[in-house]
Nanobody, 113 residues
């Protein structure tokens, strides 16, 4: 079955950077677009970034600061996050497009001084 394992989160000061990784298994990774989502406390999960075919798309709130990339040979999708803001604090998840029913455990990103 589909398995998604996110890592790379942590505590970072405003203006800092983090690189998240997500290793996927249980499906043919190169056949699917991949996305990153995030869920802040008390809020719904939101779509942050998508890599589909040769194109990428970003939520307005992260455009110019976050970059999604993938390595099909490693079944891994990345999210490079720069110029982090306190409002980026959330649990970050990856999933394929369209999303699989199962989600990983996510990785916590906390932006605070």
């Amino acid at each position: 079955q589909v398995q998604l394992v996110e890592s790379g989160g942590g505590l970072v000061q405003p203006g800092g950077s983090l690189r998240l990784s997500c290793v996927a298994s249980g499906f043919i990774f190169s056949f699917y677009g991949m996305s990153w989502y995030r869920q802040a406390p008390g809020k719904e999960r939101e779509l942050v970034a998508t890599s589909t075919g040769g194109s990428t798309n970003y939520a307005d709130s992260v455009k110019g600061r976050f970059t999604i990339s993938r390595d099909n040979a490693k079944n891994t999708v990345y999210l490079q996050m720069n110029s982090l803001k306190p409002e980026d604090t959330a649990v970050y998840y990856c999933n394929r497009r369209p999303p699989a029913a199962s989600w990983g455990q996510g990785t916590q990103v906390t932006v605070s001084s």
